[in-house]
């Protein structure tokens, strides 16, 4: 069965940094386009970062543009999402996905997601 697991998240000040991961079970994720999205209480899911499959291309919104990056380590078989200048708004429960977008309309498979809170 095709899993993705989430690691890296935590505790963190503000002006901090993370990495999280995106590790796969039973299919190489380099063939395959990856979604990082988040989603804050009470708030809806929203895309953070997107990088296709071939790696042609990445994609951020503005609320993290220039301070999230995601990258794919083929070797490794993980994606990683690495956020720096985090704000307390970045507060949310992160999950990767094997589809991208604005919001997370659903189909492929997601992870349970890693939680990662700033504090001001």
């Known amino acids: 069965q095709v899993q993705l697991v989430e690691s890296g998240g935590g505790l963190v000040q503000a002006g901090g940094s993370l990495r999280l991961s995106c590790a796969a079970s039973e299919f190489p994720l380099d063939s395959w386009v990856i979604g990082w999205f988040r989603q804050a209480p009470g708030k809806e899911r929203e895309g953070v970062a997107c990088i296709s499959s071939k790696d042609t291309s990445t994609f951020y919104p503005d609320s993290v543009k220039d301070r999230f990056a995601i990258s794919r380590d083929k070797f490794n078989n993980t994606v990683y999402l690495k956020m720096d200048n985090l704000i307390p708004e970045d507060t949310a429960i992160y999950y990767c996905?094997?589809?991208?977008?604005?919001?997370?309309?659903?189909?492929?498979?997601r992870g349970k997601g890693t939680q990662v809170t700033v504090s001001s």
């Open positions: 996905a094997t589809v991208c977008g604005r919001r997370d309309y659903g189909g492929g498979v």
